[in-house]
DNA sequence: TTTACCATGTAAAGAGTTACATGATTCC
DNA sequence: GGAATCATGTAACTCTTTACATGGTAAA
């Protein structure tokens, strides 16, 4: 019973980090920049999340540094492994684990009652220029590819990419449209 | 420069407590009980997090115990403070701070390039299942108050409360519509 | 030469989850 | 008498953020 084996890790980090690394491979500041210019609205860490975790991949041989040139510079460009691989797709397939929902702005609607008429609607103004601010984002990300060809070649590599911003686009965009009904009841009956 | 000025909570859980407890004073074991009926797809907590978070927000005099009966129970039943009341309200109006955003199945949709068609398919089924689930939990919390009577009434105390649910209900069912069309584009052409 | 970018980390603290532990009351 | 519910916590661990720290390279 003293037993100790290694405490699974249940974080989506690591997969993002192998996602990530299937596509090229990478150093750590790469992956960070990946990060913020692919799938930032659905996954990001910062360096100092990302650099350990590099490390304990590669301890459990998930991924491996490629051999380095010694052009003086210190860098680690990463690899993932066959296992690395087999335990990425293992994830994706598997079927999400169920934890609480977390939205800071439901919250604070929720409790609107407690605030001025005026200070209600600066609050969903705020919202609505957040929500804009993020669709504005998307488009840059989905710029790069062509949107209608991409979606319509079911075997194109990047059609998952396109679905996934797409999913993100899709909730966005009611999201802001509830909210933008909101502030208009609020300002005229409200 | 060895001053050591208490660290500032940036957490929304105090604020969530703090909420609930305007609506009635409440035990800590009645606090998760209210996450699980109005606010849970929101926000929510374990009791370990709720019992030291009373802890502190009773040290910091936002709120306090209700003197107790002594009918032999371990009970405390706090009530939100003059202070605490004024606190929940500045961080109701206060913009909301951006982090970054974090969604599993997102994640996975982003890289599902990696699995087969059949897999695809699978968790693409498996979402629009705990999607459809969340909407059905969602009636039960939208069952209590007549829906339309309390949207029309702008001055009542649940508009806002149904606001917030009536926000996460259009994303949802966004997000639901996005990823069944997958589903058939999946299913037909992939 | 200085600014922007490339590159990698450590330390400390805060936030959240899981497991464990205890005991009273109420309803059947 | 047993099960469900009420009620409160501690310990250990994992996950995430913020602050700090360092140094190389490339372009203006």
Chains 1, 2 share one sequence.
Do not use: C
């Not at 084996?5 to 500041?29: C, E, K, V």
């Not at 799938?39 to 998930?62: F, T, V």
């Amino acid at each position: 019973m003293t037993e100790g084996p290694a405490q699974q890790r249940r974080t989506s980090l690591r997969f993002a980090i192998l996602g990530l690394l299937t596509r090229r491979p990478a150093t750590g500041y790469d992956i960070k920049r990946d990060f913020d210019r692919t799938i930032g609205y659905a996954w990001n860490a910062h360096d100092s999340q990302i650099y350990p975790e590099l490390r304990r991949l590669e301890e459990e041989g998930l991924i491996r540094p490629e051999a380095t040139k010694p052009d003086g510079r210190r860098r680690r460009t990463y690899r993932v492994t066959a296992g690395g691989r087999k335990r990425l797709r293992a994830w994706l397939a598997a079927p999400a684990e169920r934890g609480f929902q977390r939205d800071e702005f439901l919250l604070r609607l929720f409790f609107l009652q407690l605030l001025t008429p005026p200070e209600r609607a600066s609050v969903l103004r705020l919202e609505a220029g957040r929500l804009e601010d993020e669709l504005r984002l998307l488009e840059t990300v989905l710029g790069p590819f062509d949107r209608s060809g991409a979606a319509a070649d079911t075997s194109h590599a990047l059609r998952w990419q396109l679905a996934a911003a797409r999913v993100f686009e899709a909730s966005t965009r009611a999201r802001l449209a509830s909210v933008r009904q909101l502030l208009e009841e609020s300002e005229a009956g409200g």
